[in-house]
């Protein structure tokens, strides 16, 4: 049996979707990339405790939005590459310091943060906007714990 689905054909909605599904293919990138650091830093840093936490959030963020898009009645798939279809750069081919990596997913924290924004303030659809705000509340607490990291 299909769920309901409380999509509109109307251009506002349209762009809302794509706004929304912005935000989840960059969560994808940002997984990715905190993979990545978890790899190379060590287990012993306080660094490495929230970038387990990190992912741990971004995957069940990304979780949240494919369900809100299922819910609109669309595929996050017809507006990004699977994760298959990702190739992102190796962005510490040796050992990165923890500054490095608190730079690089500080920098890419802060670009999230301004597309949940952008797309919160577009959303039609109550339910989604509201997803899309709680991400952004989670996400401004781990950009506060990445910022307390540093030199550490």
């Given at each position: 049996?299909?769920?309901?689905t409380?999509g509109?054909d109307?251009?506002a909605?349209?762009?809302?979707?794509?706004?929304?599904?912005?935000?989840?293919s960059e969560?994808?990138d940002?997984v990715?990339?905190?993979?990545?650091a978890d790899r190379k830093?060590p287990?012993?840093?306080?660094?490495?405790?929230?970038?387990?936490r990190?992912?741990?959030?971004?995957v069940?963020?990304s979780?949240?939005?494919m369900e809100?898009?299922?819910?609109?009645?669309?595929?996050?798939?017809?507006?990004?590459?699977?994760?298959?279809?990702?190739?992102?750069?190796?962005?510490?081919?040796g050992?990165?310091?923890d500054?490095q990596v608190?730079?690089?997913?500080g920098?890419l924290l802060?670009r999230?943060a301004?597309h949940?924004?952008?797309?919160?303030a577009?959303?039609t659809?109550?339910?989604a906007?509201?997803?899309l705000?709680?991400?952004?509340?989670e996400?401004?607490?781990?950009?506060q714990a990445?910022?307390?990291?540093?030199g550490?």
């Amino acid at each position: 049996m299909a769920r309901p689905t409380r999509g509109s054909d109307s251009p506002a909605a349209s762009d809302a979707i794509v706004a929304f599904n912005q935000v989840l293919s960059e969560i994808l990138d940002v997984v990715s990339v905190a993979k990545q650091a978890d790899r190379k830093v060590p287990g012993s840093h306080p660094l490495h405790a929230e970038l387990d936490r990190l992912l741990n959030d971004l995957v069940a963020w990304s979780r949240r939005l494919m369900e809100e898009d299922d819910l609109l009645g669309v595929s996050a798939l017809n507006f990004m590459p699977s994760a298959a279809g990702r190739h992102p750069p190796n962005r510490w081919p040796g050992a990165p310091t923890d500054e490095q990596v608190i730079t690089v997913l500080g920098e890419l924290l802060g670009r999230l943060a301004g597309h949940l924004d952008v797309a919160a303030a577009e959303q039609t659809d109550d339910a989604a906007r509201a997803a899309l705000q709680s991400v952004a509340q989670e996400l401004a607490a781990h950009r506060q714990a990445l910022a307390g990291c540093s030199g550490s």
